[in-house]
Nanobody, 124 residues
Framework: QVVLVESGGGLVQAGGSLRLSCAASGRTFSTYTMGWFRQAPGKEREFVATITSRPDNTLYSDSVKGRFTISRDNAKNTVYLQLNSLKPEDTAVYYC????WGSGASVAGLYDYWGQGTQVTVSS
């Protein structure tokens, strides 16, 4: 069982930045591929980024590539999502998730554990 808790969301102006964190319970964090997804009102949950462990291979959706950066610190059982150059269309609840799947895990159905989400609102 893995419990995930996100933090770091908030209200920011367009062009601004935020750093989301996701803290995981348990001693096996380093064995999981971690992902970030988001869901805007009235829309389906969509893939944002994923990172494997040892090595840290990353994959991003086209909509965030070059603006967002996913990283992890296995010693702290934490995965991060740095959000730069934010746009109003980035407004959503952001979720972190964990899976045993390897690299390229961009489908929500591959993930076994989910956090409760953190709201990111970008004003124009």
């Amino acid at each position: 069982q893995v419990v995930l808790v996100e933090s770091g969301g908030g209200l920011v102006q367009a062009g601004g930045s935020l750093r989301l964190s996701c803290a995981a319970s348990g001693r096996t964090f380093s064995t999981y591929t971690m992902g970030w997804f988001r869901q805007a009102p009235g829309k389906e949950r969509e893939f944002v980024a994923t990172i494997t462990s040892r090595p840290d291979n990353t994959l991003y959706s086209d909509s965030v590539k070059g603006r967002f950066t996913i990283s992890r610190d296995n010693a702290k059982n934490t995965v991060y999502l740095q959000l730069n150059s934010l746009k109003p269309e980035d407004t959503a609840v952001y979720y972190c998730a964990a899976t045993r799947w390897g690299s390229g895990a961009s489908v929500a159905g591959l993930y076994d554990y989910w956090g409760q989400g953190t709201q990111v609102t970008v004003s124009s």
